[in-house]
């Protein structure tokens, strides 16, 4: 019998975030962090500009090296997760993608402080 997409779709978005993945948000929040207190002052619109390669989980902050040993289907609920708390801490998020229109950009995960 054939796996029912919508039902296994389903299991992996509502299964909790385990101990290993909530350390690897750790791992990108505690670097997010160092980054906001390195460029904050430096910015002139109080804008702080992430490497999406990190806030997207494709590379560990700690090996700088490429994360395999994430399921592609945890990933967005991984992200979901590292903006809450950001959201929760203040910021504003939005992200500056490259459009693959003219030369290549990196793309970038932008925080924002909110003053309200």
Do not use: C, H
Request: net charge neutral; charged share 35%; aromatic share 12%.
């Amino acid at each position: 019998m054939a796996l029912n997409y919508k039902d296994l779709k389903k299991q992996l978005d509502n299964t909790p975030l385990s101990e290993y993945e909530l350390k690897r948000i750790k791992d990108v929040e505690d670097y997010i962090d160092k980054e906001i207190l390195k460029q904050f002052d430096k910015s002139i619109y109080k804008e702080i500009t992430i490497d999406y390669g990190y806030a997207g989980f494709r590379y560990s902050p700690i090996s700088k090296s490429a994360i395999n040993d994430i399921g592609v289907s945890r990933i967005p609920l991984m992200k979901k997760e590292l903006e809450l708390r950001f959201r929760l801490a203040g910021w504003e998020i939005a992200y500056r993608m490259d459009d693959g229109m003219s030369m290549y950009s990196a793309d970038y995960m932008i925080l924002k402080g909110r003053d309200r």
